[in-house]
């Protein structure tokens, strides 16, 4: 069963920094586009930042800059690690993995990070 783990949300001051983790339970050596995406109130969940199974990143343009995502396939753990936060940024952070099984892919939800952003 896969499972997804994140940590590392909190209460940060605008322009302070935070680094979120995502523990996966199975190998994402070969998983592309495993990420981040964020909801806050009111609004639709967006992406943040994904990255491919070689290392590529690709962010959405309000983080673009500021945000800074990673993979470690030894520990199966994606990170995000943000800094210069801004308010705007306040929202739950969810880890995002698409993973297939018998030929049918699907997407799989960490339990949701809340990140806040005071002013």
């Known amino acids: 069963q896969v499972q997804l783990v994140e940590s590392g949300g909190g209460l940060v001051q605008a322009g302070g920094s935070l680094r979120l983790s995502c523990a996966a339970s199975?190998?994402?050596?070969?998983?592309?586009?495993m990420g981040w995406y964020r909801q806050a109130p009111g609004k639709q969940r967006e992406l943040v930042a994904n990255?491919?199974?070689?290392?590529?990143?690709n962010y959405a343009d309000s983080v673009k800059g500021r945000f800074t995502i990673s993979r470690d396939n030894g520990k199966n753990t994606v990170y995000l690690q943000m800094n210069s936060l801004e308010p705007e940024d306040t929202a739950v952070y969810y880890c995002?993995?698409?993973?297939?099984?018998?030929?049918?892919?699907?997407?799989?939800w960490g339990q949701g990070t809340q990140v806040t952003v005071s002013s």
């Open positions: 995002n993995l698409p993973y297939t099984i018998y030929g049918r892919t699907s997407q799989y």
């Open positions: 199975v190998s994402i050596f070969r998983i592309n586009a």
């Open positions: 990255i491919t199974s070689g290392g590529s990143p």
